[in-house]
């Protein structure tokens, strides 16, 4: 199947009309446009505009306040606690991360939770933003739990994931985006909708069992954390699972393991807990960047096993594909993804569409 070719901002524009179509406020629609198309930008295709239509349906049936701003509930110098009021994910995640920067400036660190927050796009979107200020950032956030714990079968954690992002010098950094989970169900849900088997190892069916089957995944089953099987080291995954789940839910006072609600069913708000953290290298030993550089330079110089295959340093690959779609003047999209997406704007009365008139080869 082919792949359209769609410039940043015509995506860019497509999701916020279809936003505000149903009510968002325009500057709450930019800012979720934004995280989207960046993380399609990056490479993230299971939390860009895969992801549009159920930002829509969480605003169209009012599960998601579309009204407000954050609001800081309590803090101190280097810390905050945030009240999201149930906002769309990305402007509680924009509110908290422009607050931890702030406080790192001032005192060296700052770390800031939130409860009453919705789904936020790409972790490292938030953690990137430190890097603008030569600062290490960091960001994490629970999700409904699609994830079965090792020897269970049944979902009681979120994907959970985190990011770290670190400078380096001449504009090079180190950026870890992951879930804890063996893959992001986005990319699951992007397999189901092309009609593709998954990679064994991503995802068990109702009965715990690994399977290829995206729809036993989807309907019944769930994700297996990073990892896989216990043999493997799935208990590591688990661990890592959790332990986010203490920097958001736990610690922030949001709703946490199988509390949050069913993934995609509105029936309540989400109150997701988030934590994002600034952490200024100045406040630590001198050389800081010259030493990440050397660090990324050690990894990225190794004889690789494979000569087609070099090593490479977490946001790598991310970099490579902004490159791609620079080169190529555009984001390419699944024709599939495009057609559905398409699909939702017509109900809402959007106009124009996306268009598909540049047809690239998959």
Known sequence: ?????????????????????????QHHARSLAEVLVEGDHRGHYSHGLNRMDMYVKDIQTGICAKDGEPVIDKESPATALVNGKNLLGPVVGNFCMDLAIKKAKEVGIGWVVAHGSNHYGIAGYYAMQALKENMIGMSFTNTSPLVVPTRGKECTLGTNPLSVAAPSKDGDSFVLDMATSAVALGKVELHERRGDSIPEGWGCDAHGKITADPKQVLNGGGLVPIGGSEATGGYKGYGLGMMVEVFCG????AKYSNHVRTWKVTDRVADLGQCFVAINPENFAPGFTTRMADLLAIQRGLEPADPDAPVLTAGDPERANIAKCEKLGGISYHINVV????????????????????????
């Open 250 to 253: 736990i610690l922030a006072g």
């Open 1 to 25: 199947m082919s792949r359209c070719l769609i410039s940043q901002k015509e995506v860019q524009s497509f999701i916020e009309r279809c936003m505000v179509a149903v009510g968002t406020k």
């Open 339 to 362: 057609n559905y997406m398409n699909e939702c704007a017509k109900r809402v009365g959007v106009s124009p569409l996306l268009p598909c008139d540049k047809i690239i080869p998959e």
